[in-house]
């Protein structure tokens, strides 16, 4: 929780900048791993000020910036925040600061929204976007790659059975790029989150959204689609894991809605695949994060993250074989 002084400095900041006309007031909204979030009340409306304090693209000072990029190509989704001013470096907040629209809801519930959750995959990934972002063409590849940074990131990692854990199943998921990379040869690329967990969906009774957009690039729907129905994103904030019947019920109406002219069973082919794949990003990523937890002075230290992580890791067997 920041102190009175940083709630202060930023008050000054969103003066001086002329992004909020005063009287208005800042507290504390929520932090994730790179980001911490302030809402700002005046009396004409709500907002979201987030300023960022790291980059899991490696854009150092630029991610915030290519934040609000994502944000204002997906502007007329209807489904994610409006971005409406940005402050690119770190001076004087300490991280690149981004003003948005405040969106009222609740997170997502596996029970009942998997419909809702379709219905903004499908707005988003019909949306036009520029070539400008970062692009993942073979996204199988891609992460792969990424995940054997991240297990190798720090070379005095002292857990060294879970890192063989993780990089044997790393080679399994190598020889799943070769053999799957001609589903994905064709695909038509578009602006995909890749960070889909319950706690970054805002469910209203008349809106349903998605934010959080620090990692968005440019690749094939599935990664979503994936991403959203593996057992490691479901369980990040729940204790939920998708059976066979929700997983057909989500990519069914996501079909319908977004691309009725591709079989249903390619569509769930081609997420059964990167849901293999992401599992190893996101054990990778809590091997890595392990370290950054409790060999560094990080800048963002979520308890409730950190409980995750070594439960994943405590049992990598198991996670991977919830995906067969």
């Given amino acids: 929780m920041p102190d009175t002084d940083r709630l202060k400095q930023i008050e000054q900041f969103l003066t001086d900048t002329g992004w909020v006309s005063p009287p208005f007031s800042v507290t504390f909204l929520a932090a994730g791993e790179y980001n911490a979030n302030y809402l700002i009340e005046s009396s004409a409306r709500q907002?979201?000020?987030?300023?960022?304090?790291?980059?899991?693209?490696?854009?150092?000072?630029?991610?915030?910036?290519?934040?609000?990029?994502?944000?204002?190509?997906?502007?007329?989704?209807?489904v994610t925040p409006k971005p409406l001013a940005c402050h690119p470096r770190p001076d004087p907040l300490g991280g690149g600061a981004l003003l948005m629209e405040f969106i009222p809801g609740r997170p997502l519930d596996y029970?009942?929204?998997?419909?809702?959750?379709?219905?903004?995959?499908?707005?988003?990934?019909?949306?036009?976007?520029?070539?400008s972002l970062i692009v993942q063409a073979d996204p199988v590849t891609a992460i792969a790659q990424e995940s054997h940074g991240l297990l190798h990131r720090f070379a005095d990692h002292p857990l060294k059975k879970e890192q063989e854990q993780i990089l044997s199943y790393h080679d399994t998921v190598q020889a799943l790029a070769v053999e799957t990379r001609p589903l994905?040869?064709?695909?038509?690329?578009?602006?995909?989150?890749?960070?889909?967990?319950?706690?970054?969906?805002?469910?209203?009774?008349?809106?349903?959204?998605?934010?959080?957009?620090?990692?968005?690039?440019?690749?094939?729907?599935?990664q979503d689609l994936g991403h959203f129905m593996v057992p490691t994103t479901t369980l990040w904030k729940t204790d939920?894991?998708?059976?066979?019947?929700?997983?057909?019920?989500?990519?069914?109406?996501?079909?319908?809605?977004?691309?009725?002219?591709?079989?249903?069973?390619?569509?769930?082919?081609?997420?059964?695949?990167?849901?293999?794949?992401?599992?190893?990003?996101?054990?990778?990523?809590?091997?890595?994060?392990?370290?950054?937890?409790?060999?560094?002075?990080?800048?963002?230290?979520?308890?409730?993250?950190?409980?995750?992580?070594?439960?994943?890791?405590?049992?990598?067997?198991?996670?991977?074989?919830?995906?067969?």
């Fill in 184 to 222: 994905f040869e064709s695909e038509p690329l578009c602006l995909v989150n890749t960070e889909v967990n319950s706690g970054n969906f805002l469910i209203s009774p008349d809106r349903a959204c998605l934010v959080d957009w620090e990692k968005a690039v440019l690749s094939c729907r599935y």
């Fill in 47 to 78: 907002y979201v000020l987030r300023i960022n304090h790291g980059s899991q693209l490696g854009l150092g000072d630029d991610q915030i910036a290519y934040e609000y990029q994502v944000l204002t190509a997906l502007a007329d989704s209807g």
């Fill in 240 to 324: 939920t894991v998708l059976s066979r019947e929700d997983r057909h019920l989500f990519l069914a109406c996501y079909h319908q809605q977004a691309c009725p002219d591709i079989p249903l069973d390619e569509v769930m082919e081609k997420s059964r695949v990167m849901e293999k794949t992401i599992l190893l990003r996101a054990l990778s990523w809590c091997f890595m994060a392990w370290y950054e937890y409790t060999q560094t002075d990080r800048p963002i230290q979520n308890p409730d993250t950190f409980v995750k992580i070594q439960q994943y890791l405590s049992d990598i067997p198991w996670i991977l074989n919830c995906v067969t």
């Fill in 111 to 131: 029970c009942r929204d998997l419909k809702k959750a379709a219905h903004v995959f499908a707005r988003i990934h019909t949306v036009s976007v520029p070539d």
